[in-house]
């Protein structure tokens, strides 16, 4: 089956079944993006892209396409990014919503970005808190993490914004201009540290999988000009059509309040209510101009007042 629902793009197989236990196809898919991506674009544009192509849906293989396709239709932009591993490549720049169509349709489930703009790789326009719950910790336990972090920015003059990851955890975006990488990681990695020395049995900054059995998992190695993450709005190829969503400080205090953190996981039908009702929650990750305070990384970590039980 062939339907021009976009007068550029041609969808194509709109009938498959994309992930079987929702019953979710791929014409559900490309509704989805049709619909979210005016509000999904801005966090897209310019950036580098990779995507996540499932082309028998979720249950099938899959595999990531950093390369922008050499036959690409003439909307589809590129920006091209030197690595020192994969030489130069032309990812596609998701600009416009017939790129994000065109993409959806050749079955890229998943859209992940880099955290810089255009060919800017040493420039970050936002630092990545990735939380991770190690098992039986749960994004529960993400939550009540994130907002402690959230107090420990604002004591640094910062704000952050919060988004699901899709998946298990938790993102926070800082906001940031004017630095390098090297300088969020370190700020990340301090404030990790901190947080590992406040709250030993619940939060490790350390990659060792053993230390993660329980605890929140900061992953401050993600503000990396080689690391992607989960664009906001991103579906994810788990066993139902989870996205990468956007939620609000209120909500997240008042889930961990009622114990009902289960409820922040949006599916593909939610997150569109959602933007419908409250607009796009992760806008002043990207509009929002902060600097990083002037203060290393190790010095935000020993600076600031430790537990009673800290390490000296
Ligand atoms: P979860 O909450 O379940 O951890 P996540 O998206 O945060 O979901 P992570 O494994 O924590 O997943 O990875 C963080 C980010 O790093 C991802 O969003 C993705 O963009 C990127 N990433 C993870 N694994 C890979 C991989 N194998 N190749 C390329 N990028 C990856
Ligand atoms: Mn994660």
Redesign the pocket.
């Given at each position: 089956m062939t339907m021009a629902r976009d007068s550029k793009v041609a969808f194509t197989h709109l009938d498959k079944v994309y992930y079987p236990d929702a019953a979710f196809t791929k014409g559900d898919m490309m509704h989805y993006y049709q619909s979210v991506g005016p509000t999904m674009l801005p966090h897209l544009a310019k950036r580098p892209v990779?995507v996540i192509r499932y082309p028998d849906g979720v249950a099938g293989g899959f595999f990531?396409e950093k390369r922008c396709p050499e036959k690409r239709p003439a909307f589809m932009k590129t920006v091209s990014v030197t690595s020192e591993r994969y030489g130069t490549i032309a990812f596609c720049a998701v600009d416009n919503l017939p790129s994000l169509l065109w993409l959806a349709n050749r079955a890229a489930i998943e859209f992940?970005t880099y955290l810089f703009r255009g060919a800017r790789e040493t420039a970050p326009t936002m630092m990545v808190f990735?939380l991770?719950p190690g098992a039986p910790a749960t994004i529960a336990d993400c939550v009540e993490i994130a907002l402690i972090i959230r107090g420990l920015l604002r004591e640094l003059g910062l704000e952050c914004f919060a988004k699901?990851?899709?998946?298990?955890?938790?993102?926070l975006g800082v906001p940031v201009q004017g630095t390098t990488f090297a300088a969020t990681k370190a700020f990340a990695r301090g404030i990790a540290t901190t947080l590992e020395r406040r709250e030993p049995l619940r939060v490790t900054a350390s990659m060792a999988k053993a230390a993660r059995a329980g605890r929140v998992f900061f992953?401050w190695s993600?503000n990396d000009h080689g690391?992607?993450?989960?664009c906001a709005y991103t579906l994810?190829a788990r066993r139902t059509p989870t996205v990468?969503t956007p939620v609000a400080w209120d909500e997240l205090e008042l889930a961990l309040r009622r114990k009902r953190c289960t409820s922040l996981s949006f599916t593909a039908a939610e997150v569109l209510a959602r933007v419908a009702r409250l607009g796009d929650l992760f806008a002043p990750a990207l509009t929002l101009r902060q600097r990083l305070p002037a203060v290393r990384g190790q010095a935000v970590a020993t600076s600031h007042r430790r537990g009673p039980h800290a390490s000296p």
């Amino acid at each position: 089956m062939t339907m021009a629902r976009d007068s550029k793009v041609a969808f194509t197989h709109l009938d498959k079944v994309y992930y079987p236990d929702a019953a979710f196809t791929k014409g559900d898919m490309m509704h989805y993006y049709q619909s979210v991506g005016p509000t999904m674009l801005p966090h897209l544009a310019k950036r580098p892209v990779t995507v996540i192509r499932y082309p028998d849906g979720v249950a099938g293989g899959f595999f990531f396409e950093k390369r922008c396709p050499e036959k690409r239709p003439a909307f589809m932009k590129t920006v091209s990014v030197t690595s020192e591993r994969y030489g130069t490549i032309a990812f596609c720049a998701v600009d416009n919503l017939p790129s994000l169509l065109w993409l959806a349709n050749r079955a890229a489930i998943e859209f992940h970005t880099y955290l810089f703009r255009g060919a800017r790789e040493t420039a970050p326009t936002m630092m990545v808190f990735d939380l991770d719950p190690g098992a039986p910790a749960t994004i529960a336990d993400c939550v009540e993490i994130a907002l402690i972090i959230r107090g420990l920015l604002r004591e640094l003059g910062l704000e952050c914004f919060a988004k699901t990851s899709g998946g298990k955890g938790l993102h926070l975006g800082v906001p940031v201009q004017g630095t390098t990488f090297a300088a969020t990681k370190a700020f990340a990695r301090g404030i990790a540290t901190t947080l590992e020395r406040r709250e030993p049995l619940r939060v490790t900054a350390s990659m060792a999988k053993a230390a993660r059995a329980g605890r929140v998992f900061f992953d401050w190695s993600q503000n990396d000009h080689g690391k992607t993450t989960a664009c906001a709005y991103t579906l994810r190829a788990r066993r139902t059509p989870t996205v990468s969503t956007p939620v609000a400080w209120d909500e997240l205090e008042l889930a961990l309040r009622r114990k009902r953190c289960t409820s922040l996981s949006f599916t593909a039908a939610e997150v569109l209510a959602r933007v419908a009702r409250l607009g796009d929650l992760f806008a002043p990750a990207l509009t929002l101009r902060q600097r990083l305070p002037a203060v290393r990384g190790q010095a935000v970590a020993t600076s600031h007042r430790r537990g009673p039980h800290a390490s000296p």
